[in-house]
């Protein structure tokens, strides 16, 4: 079945990964739109046309999207960082295809001491994790202390006594918007799981996280059955019909632990792609034509990410005139 070519929005273009995703996308016949608060962000200038935009937090933020949502006759939206991910929702209503879980799933998903609170209660193993307020309790060391709202790595801090965990406290501030969480010191993970609204899941692929620096930069395609079943029961526990992207450890058992999720597309859904896994392009496909048929879960395992710069060249003329617009535009 022939795949319908489509206007697509793609979000956050300075981020690590997104640059490989427009060009993805492109790839695959759709004419890409590429957004970012940042004029310099390299994305921008990968896409068939591009705009910067405020922060996602910003009032401005929905009124600029939609209209350039309505200017650039957008079918469908690739959301990619936490900010956005609420707002972007509204222009569901203006017939737009937003690539992400039902709204009540991402907001689960952004407050993380009810994600866990969810998921225990469904019987998904996560560490123990309480709100800083109440202090380490009967938690066992060592400790990770995290915002409860917030993207990736930002401000986490890892307590292995009561000192280090008072200390890190005593610079939180208010300590209702922070989290302890037991930290699992085994292999850690990052899992692609495609759904879509029937909320069948399609396909899991585990990514073991050989080296973190924000984001995945080594990062190895594994089979793991006891990471497949964790991600499918996840899955049913939260209603997803929409890709998501899961975060575990596995303990000194080899069981894995969820400790964190993000409600759309990993940074590192370009190892998924290579292992034979098209996320993107697979749930872009279903969600413009409801007769595409399901990602087939057959993937390589055993695949290396290395996470580097590359260079992309483009005629003068065009990269200096978008240039030119955006900054002036900014």
């Given at each position: 079945m022939?795949?319908k070519?489509?206007?697509?929005l793609?979000?956050?273009?300075?981020?690590?990964?997104?640059a490989?995703?427009?060009?993805?996308?492109?790839?695959h016949?759709?004419?890409?739109?590429?957004?970012?608060?940042?004029?310099?962000?390299?994305?921008?200038?990968?896409?068939?046309?591009?705009?910067?935009?405020?922060?996602?937090?910003s009032?401005?933020?929905?009124?600029?999207?939609?209209?350039?949502?309505?200017?650039?006759?957008?079918?469908?939206?690739?959301?990619?960082?936490?900010?956005?991910?609420l707002?972007?929702?509204?222009?569901a209503?203006?017939?737009?295809?937003?690539?992400?879980?039902?709204?009540?799933?991402?907001?689960?998903?952004?407050?993380k001491?009810?994600?866990?609170?969810?998921?225990?209660?469904?019987?998904?193993t996560?560490?123990?994790?309480r709100?800083?307020?109440?202090?380490?309790?009967?938690?066992?060391?060592?400790?990770?202390?995290?915002?409860?709202?917030?993207?990736?790595?930002?401000?986490?801090?890892?307590?292995?006594?009561?000192?280090?965990?008072r200390?890190?406290?005593?610079?939180?501030?208010?300590?209702?918007?922070?989290?302890?969480?037991?930290?699992?010191?085994?292999?850690?993970?990052?899992?692609?799981?495609?759904?879509?609204?029937?909320?069948?899941?399609?396909?899991?692929?585990?990514?073991?996280?050989?080296?973190?620096?924000?984001?995945?930069?080594?990062a190895?395609?594994?089979?793991?059955?006891?990471?497949?079943?964790?991600?499918?029961?996840?899955a049913?526990?939260?209603?997803?019909?929409?890709?998501?992207?899961?975060?575990?450890?596995?303990?000194?058992?080899?069981?894995?632990?969820?400790?964190?999720?993000?409600?759309?597309?990993?940074?590192?859904?370009?190892?998924?792609t290579?292992?034979?896994?098209?996320?993107?392009?697979?749930?872009l496909?279903?969600?413009?034509?409801?007769?595409?048929?399901?990602?087939?879960?057959?993937?390589?395992?055993?695949v290396?990410?290395?996470?580097?710069?590359?260079?992309?060249?483009v005629?003068?003329?065009?990269?200096?005139?978008?240039?030119?617009?955006?900054?002036?535009?900014?």
């Amino acid at each position: 079945m022939t795949e319908k070519r489509a206007n697509v929005l793609v979000t956050t273009a300075g981020a690590v990964g997104t640059a490989g995703k427009i060009l993805g996308l492109r790839q695959h016949g759709h004419r890409v739109v590429a957004t970012d608060c940042d004029p310099r962000s390299a994305g921008l200038y990968l896409a068939d046309a591009a705009f910067t935009v405020p922060g996602g937090t910003s009032p401005a933020f929905l009124g600029r999207m939609r209209r350039i949502c309505a200017s650039e006759n957008i079918q469908a939206i690739v959301p990619l960082v936490d900010e956005e991910l609420l707002p972007v929702w509204e222009l569901a209503a203006e017939g737009v295809e937003i690539l992400l879980p039902h709204a009540e799933m991402v907001a689960l998903c952004l407050d993380k001491l009810v994600l866990m609170e969810t998921l225990a209660e469904a019987k998904v193993t996560v560490p123990h994790t309480r709100l800083a307020t109440f202090g380490a309790g009967s938690l066992a060391y060592p400790l990770i202390v995290k915002p409860r709202a917030g993207r990736g790595g930002r401000g986490i801090a890892i307590a292995r006594n009561r000192r280090e965990l008072r200390d890190i406290l005593a610079r939180a501030g208010d300590l209702g918007q922070w989290i302890i969480q037991e930290y699992v010191e085994g292999p850690e993970f990052s899992v692609s799981v495609v759904a879509w609204r029937d909320g069948q899941v399609q396909a899991v692929v585990p990514k073991e996280v050989v080296l973190k620096e924000g984001s995945s930069r080594y990062a190895i395609s594994r089979r793991n059955p006891a990471i497949t079943e964790i991600c499918i029961e996840t899955a049913h526990a939260l209603d997803a019909d929409g890709p998501f992207n899961v975060q575990l450890r596995l303990d000194s058992l080899g069981a894995p632990q969820v400790f964190e999720i993000n409600p759309r597309f990993s940074g590192s859904s370009a190892l998924t792609t290579a292992a034979g896994i098209d996320e993107i392009n697979g749930l872009l496909a279903q969600a413009l034509d409801t007769h595409q048929p399901p990602v087939t879960d057959n993937w390589q395992e055993n695949v290396a990410m290395i996470r580097h710069p590359i260079e992309t060249f483009v005629p003068a003329d065009e990269f200096v005139a978008r240039r030119n617009a955006l900054e002036a535009a900014h």
